[in-house]
Every structure is written in structure tokens, then in C-alpha cells.
């Protein structure tokens, strides 16, 4: 039985966060000196990427007079408090990472320069995030089904349409298309997830099985997956009291079943995000 809740998963896509973006002063030679740029404040879905706040900027920018070549918009990347940010996660997963939230706006830096090739990937643009999109859909589909036929039998139109009502914010279109997706089966295999630390670690993924409803004491919780795939979190008494388990800003309990946080708080490229903040 699917556990969605559409009123849930509407309330996530509409999650917001305020950014203010500063230009690198030392790059002024690329944007110019003829005049002194304000910051520009913007609402960014959580569920979007920096390269497409990168496409609205450039339009903005050219509005507004700054003489920046087209190519100079192909390696912009952003940093935060000096960290760059990997400009192919989601917008929301980022900021649980990186920021406190109670400062707000999220202070960024955008740089047309010096791309960190080391922290970041290469080509930062809106088609290369598209690619890289598409593919994080397919792994989610194989972690589901045991094979990417779901995505790869998506018409031009339905994978057009997938993202671009990304790219605009329209979640009813995105939902027409997705729900072909993820839609509860009992087929499901495993869980997409993924968990994140915050002092530089790597990504934890793991194959994280979606129990059937009627199988009730095998469904997991967030905790029990923690506690199987990061022990040190936990002492005799029970979690780290120091660490939150974050996704979408929301800190959750540990006794949230992991099939309905799936259902109703992925993000919209079908992975559960799991951020362990520290408080």
C-alpha cells in the first residue's frame, strides 16, 4: 500500500530558500568596473541546482548592462564561507550541509574564474546538470526495479516535460510524468538513499530494502538504517545527542519509517537525501 501524501510532497517542491549572491571582487576585470554591482536576492527551490540559478543570472545580468562573454557563464561555480559547493546536488540538500539555518539569506559567492576542479565537476551549465539529472533518475529506477527500463521507456515528450517543469517549478507537470516513476509498487527493490556527513566524508549508500507493508516488523526506520550503516552515531544510550537527522530543512525522528519518508520526502531526483547536521 503506497504511504504518498500529495499534500506532503507538494509542501516539499514549494520549499524555498532566500539566497544572496555576491560577485568575487577580485573578478572584476570579467564583469567590469564601470559601475558597482549590488547583490542580488533571490528565492531558490530546494529542489533545484545552482546551474539554473547560473541561467537566471545571466539573463539578469544582461538586462542590466554587464558585458560578460557567453563562455564566461559555462564555468560559473559558487562558494559558501570559502567551501565551494557541488553544483550537481540539489539546492536544499546543500544548504542542510553547509549552513546554519537560522542565518538567512544564504550567503553565496559566484565566481567566473578558477573552477575547483579538485572539489567540484567540470562543465557547471544547465545541460550537463539536465545529463546529470537523467542519470540520477535511472540509478533510482535501477535501485527500484533491478533495471532503468521505467525512465528509458519515457516518451521525448514525458522526459522534456520532466524536466522542464523542473527548471520552471511547476509541480503538477512534474508529478504527471514522475508518478509513472515512483509510483508504490510491490515490485520495489530497494530504497534510493543516500547519507551525508558534514565534515567532508564520503557519501554513505547502501542497498536498503523497501519491505512491503505487510511485513511490518521488517519495515526499517531511519534509525535502524543509521545504526546499521553508521554505528559511531550512536552510544548505549541512543543517538549522538549533538547530531540532527536533517532532510528538507526538517529534522526527523528516528522512528520514521524509511518506505514513508521515501514516498513523500525524496527529492525530485528520486533520492532520499539524508543530511547528519551537527547541532
Same mark, same amino acid.
Given at each position: 500500500m503506497s504511504l504518498f501524501d500529495i499534500d506532503i510532497s507538494k509542501s516539499v517542491w514549494n520549499g524555498k530558500i532566500p539566497i544572496k549572491i555576491m560577485l568575487d571582487p577580485t573578478e572584476i576585470d570579467v564583469y567590469g568596473h564601470e559601475k558597482v554591482w549590488d547583490p542580488v536576492y533571490l528565492e531558490a527551490s530546494r529542489c533545484s541546482y545552482l546551474p539554473l540559478i547560473t541561467k537566471h543570472l545571466q539573463q539578469l545580468f544582461l538586462e542590466l548592462g554587464m558585458q560578460v562573454p557567453e563562455e564566461a557563464f559555462q564555468s560559473v561555480w559558487y562558494d559558501y564561507n570559502d567551501k565551494p559547493l557541488k553544483w550537481h546536488y540539489p539546492i536544499g540538500l546543500l544548504f542542510d550541509m553547509q549552513s546554519d539555518s537560522s542565518v538567512l539569506p544564504w550567503l553565496l559567492t559566484l565566481h567566473f574564474k578558477n573552477l575547483p576542479t579538485n572539489d567540484i565537476l567540470l562543465?557547471?551549465?544547465?545541460?550537463?546538470?539536465q545529463d546529470m539529472f537523467m542519470s540520477m533518475m535511472k540509478?533510482?529506477?535501477?535501485?527500484?526495479?533491478?533495471?532503468?527500463?521505467?525512465?528509458?521507456?519515457l516518451s521525448k515528450h514525458d522526459s522534456t516535460q520532466l524536466w522542464q517543469s523542473l527548471v520552471s517549478g511547476r509541480f503538477e507537470?512534474?508529478?504527471?510524468?514522475?508518478? +509513472?516513476?515512483?509510483?508504490?509498487?510491490? +515490485?520495489?527493490?530497494?530504497?534510493?538513499?543516500?547519507?551525508?556527513?558534514t565534515e567532508n566524508c564520503p557519501v554513505v549508500q547502501d542497498l536498503v530494502p523497501f519491505n512491503s507493508d505487510l511485513d511490518k516488523e521488517a519495515i526499517s526506520t531511519i534509525g535502524d538504517i543509521l545504526q546499521k550503516l553508521i554505528p559511531d552515531l550512536f552510544t548505549e544510550n541512543g543517538m549522538d545527542s549533538k547530531v540532527a537527522i536533517v532532510i528538507h530543512g526538517i529534522e526527523l525522528p528516528l522512528d520514521t519509517p524509511v518506505n514513508w519518508a521515501y514516498e513523500n520526502l525524496s527529492f525530485a531526483d528520486n533520492f532520499l537525501h539524508i543530511v547528519i547536521a551537527r547541532k
Open positions: 562543465k557547471p551549465t544547465p545541460e550537463t546538470m540509478e533510482a529506477d535501477f535501485l527500484r526495479y533491478g533495471n532503468t527500463k521505467k525512465v528509458m521507456n507537470e512534474f508529478r504527471a510524468v514522475n508518478k +509513472q516513476l515512483i509510483e508504490y509498487s510491490k +515490485q520495489f527493490r530497494y530504497i534510493p538513499l543516500r547519507i551525508y556527513l
